[in-house]
T-cell receptor, first 111, second 114 residues
Framework: DVKVTQSSRYLVKRTGEKVFLECVQDMDHENMFWYRQDPGLGLRLIYF???????EKGDIPEGYSVSREKKERFSLILESASTNQTSMYLC??????????FGPGTRLTVT | AQSVAQPEDQVNVAEGNPLTVKCTYSVSGNPYLFWYVQYPNRGLQFLLKYITGDNLVKGSYGFEAEFNKSQTSFHLKKPSALVSDSALYFC????????????FGSGTRLSIRP
């Protein structure tokens, strides 16, 4: 079974804090993604990575950065958290154009 | 740029009736199309995909979807709805000319009443 794991299910941070969301996949997938899910807006792509140290901006990259130092790990960084970044964050991976596998999600609250 | 639209926020169907959840897309190349389902407090689960070949694709839990190139649609269907099908459904598209970018729709909440 493909497994995508995320470091936390729930996270509460204060405005201005630096926040790290970690994601690990165990299927040697080339591609990894970070999405945020908000009611009525669906899933919006923040960043994706198609190889180690390679990344591309998605539709809403502002306020976020990413790091992919190893193939299995893709980190999302909020440099200075703001209340409008309160959301559900979903990590995913796939190999080429094939099925995308999702992690369980991290519900982040910024107060 | 690729995009995907799910025109209905909510679909309500009586148990035992057929259901349809609509999806339309826009890509510059050939589309790869997907449907995912999210049950309450659960992650997204893959239902089915269209890459090439037969326009009618069968997936998990008795769902199927029909790829219509002329209408740029990929509607999700099931002949007989179950209460347990109640969930949030997402359509997604990848343009085969893009570097793996996959875009999701806004989601449709499917509610099946007994």
């Amino acid at each position: 079974d493909v497994k995508v794991t995320q470091s936390s299910r729930y996270l509460v941070k204060r405005t201005g804090e630096k926040v790290f969301l970690e994601c690990v996949q165990d299927m040697d997938h080339e591609n990894m993604f970070w999405y945020r899910q908000d009611p009525g807006l669906g899933l919006r792509l923040i960043y994706f990575s198609y190889d180690v140290k390679m990344k591309e901006k998605g539709d809403i990259p502002e306020g976020y950065s990413v790091s992919r130092e190893k193939k299995e790990r893709f980190s999302l960084i909020l440099e200075s958290a703001s209340t409008n970044q309160t959301s559900m964050y979903l990590c995913a991976s796939n190999d080429g154009g094939r099925t995308v596998y999702f992690g369980p999600g991290t519900r982040l609250t910024v107060t | 740029a690729q995009s995907v639209a799910q025109p209905e926020d909510q679909v309500n169907v009586a148990e035992g009736n057929p259901l349809t959840v609509k999806c339309t897309y826009s890509v510059s190349g050939n589309p790869y199309l997907f449907w995912y389902v999210q049950y309450p407090n659960r992650g997204l689960q893959f239902l089915l995909k269209y890459i090439t070949g037969d326009n009618l694709v069968k997936g998990s839990y008795g769902f199927e979807a029909e790829f219509n190139k002329s209408q740029t649609s990929f509607h999700l269907k099931k002949p007989s709805a179950l209460v347990s099908d109640s969930a949030l459904y997402f359509c997604a598209v990848r343009d085969d000319s893009s570097a793996s970018k996959i875009i999701f729709g806004s989601g449709t909440r499917l509610s099946i009443r007994p």
